[in-house]
């Protein structure tokens, strides 16, 4: 099956840094989507992102498809972006893959 | 509805009992999957309905666990003889396969086994 792939594991930054998230997928997919999980649990569709760029404020992500892999943004970062980063990838079903996800801490 | 919902929020139960956790998915999405998190760690899938195929059950942790999905719509997750390790977030997702799938999730029961 679909392998999906993170990194960082884990990312430490001060108020106002910026960083980039990976998410590596070892095979063709259906979709792709980042969701960040806030520290009440909740996860929030951040992009829906098979292909190309996308932007909404502070961030943005980018996807290139043939070659498997996928990045977020995250720029002038604030203490309320912390918490999990999941990407998900669809296989031909359109089953959910998840990835491990990266904890992000924000240092005010 | 506007939302995944899911029902209940909390649950706290008596080790040996069985519980009903409940996910009405966005209307008109053909896909349902639920998912359970235990603290700190990634999501673990239980189960995936799409459409009027057959659901894939393989992450269904044991014979104590089952899902149905009446009508396309709503489903319940049910959990026989409760353990403490079943402990844990419960999450369901909805999607809507013939527009991309783009998966919503409800906001999780939080079970707890005493």
């Known amino acids: 099956g679909i392998q999906v792939e993170q990194s960082p594991p884990d990312l430490i930054l001060q108020e106002g840094a910026n960083s980039t998230l990976r998410c590596n997928f070892s095979?063709?997919?259906?979709?792709l989507q980042w969701f960040h999980q806030n520290p009440w649990g909740q996860l929030i569709n951040l992009f829906y992102?098979?292909?190309?760029?996308k932007q909404n404020g502070r961030l943005s992500a980018t996807t290139v498809a043939t070659e498997r892999y996928s990045l977020l943004y995250i720029s002038s970062s604030q203490t309320t972006d912390s918490g999990v980063y999941f990407c998900?990838?669809?296989?031909?079903?359109?089953?959910?893959?998840w990835g491990a996800g990266t904890k992000l801490i924000i240092k005010p | 509805g506007a939302g995944v919902s899911q029902s209940p929020s909390n649950k706290v139960t008596e080790k040996g009992k069985d519980v009903e956790l409940r996910c009405d998915p966005i209307?008109?999405?053909?896909?349902l999957y639920w998912y359970r998190q235990s603290l700190g760690q990634g999501l673990e899938f239980l189960i995936y309905?799409?459409?009027?195929?057959?659901?894939?059950k393989s992450g269904l942790p044991s014979d104590r666990f089952s899902a149905e999905r009446t009508g396309g719509s709503v489903s319940t997750l049910t959990i026989q003889r409760t353990q403490q390790e079943d402990s844990a977030v419960y999450l369901c997702?909805?999607?809507?396969?013939?527009?991309?799938?783009?998966?919503?999730f409800g906001q999780g029961t939080r079970l707890t086994v005493v």
């Open positions: 997702a909805s999607s809507n396969t013939a527009t991309g799938a783009e998966a919503f």
């Open positions: 209307s008109g999405h053909t896909a």
């Open positions: 309905f799409q459409g009027n195929s057959a659901p894939d």
């Open positions: 095979d063709s997919v259906n979709n």
């Open positions: 992102i098979p292909s190309g760029t």
């Open positions: 998900a990838v669809g296989d031909s079903n359109y089953q959910l893959i």
